[in-house]
């Protein structure tokens, strides 16, 4: 009897062990399995991709085939109206009596600019251009050294650009006035308009401060101590 109780404890094992495993080889083919699932589906998302791209551009290329210019915006330029855009910067700055530190505290421009079609976004575009002209009258100079012919600060750490500790006050105005001269619409451009005339006000501003007239730009505490 108690040989085989052995002999029965003995099958079990073996057969516990079998199913243990089976179990195990399983796990291990259903995970590779898994794995080799998703490297297909990978590829085929990436082909899917690949393929719609390709119908896309094709379909991009047909379309630009059929495009035909029809009429080119012009107007009549009699010589007798300007078509251009026009604005009016005003600066107001202070500065230090002992470091001569030059802080531009307000800045107002208005802008002639014809019809404004999206106010939101042509107010950032001049309060950008604004920004880089204070960079232009205060900060922003190209060092070179004449010897050897490279430039010395190119890069963000020494060429200086107005932060957000050099921004005060900045009030745009738009003057609307619709120019049905130029295009029926009655809209202008306002690219550039925003900062021409930035760095000259402040130049002015500060000549009015300290009576002294800076003619080169970037105007530093040198220039003023001349």
């Not at 796990?27 to 390709?54: A, E, P, Y």
């Not at 306002?190 to 002015?204: D, F, L, M, P, Q």
């Amino acid at each position: 009897m108690t040989v085989c109780s052995n002999i029965s404890i003995t099958r079990n094992q073996k057969s516990g062990s079998t199913r243990r495993d089976f179990f195990r080889l399983f796990n291990i083919i259903k995970r590779g399995f898994k794995k080799t699932i998703g490297i297909v589906i990978d590829l085929l998302q990436h082909n899917i991709q690949f393929l719609l791209s390709s119908i896309y551009y094709a379909a991009a290329i047909n379309t630009l085939e059929r495009i035909e210019q029809e009429k080119s915006t012009t107007f009549a330029d009699d010589g007798s109206h300007s078509h251009n855009t026009h604005s009016a910067i005003f600066a107001e700055v202070k500065v230090d009596e002992q470091l001569g530190v030059i802080r531009v505290t307000r800045v107002v421009s208005a802008v002639a600019a014809g019809r404004i079609l999206n106010t939101k976004t042509a107010h950032s575009q001049i309060m950008g251009s604004v920004v880089w002209g204070i960079g232009m009258a205060l900060h922003e100079e190209t060092l070179i050294d004449h010897k050897f012919g490279r430039i010395m600060n190119a890069n963000i750490a020494e060429y200086h650009v107005p932060v957000n500790a050099d921004v005060h006050d900045i009030k745009v105005i738009f003057v609307d006035e619709p120019d049905e001269i130029i295009n029926p619409l009655g809209i202008k451009g306002v690219g550039e308009i925003g900062i021409v005339g930035v760095a000259a006000a402040i130049a002015n501003a500060i000549y009015h401060a300290t009576g002294k007239r800076v003619r080169d730009l970037p105007i530093t505490l040198d220039k003023l101590a001349r």
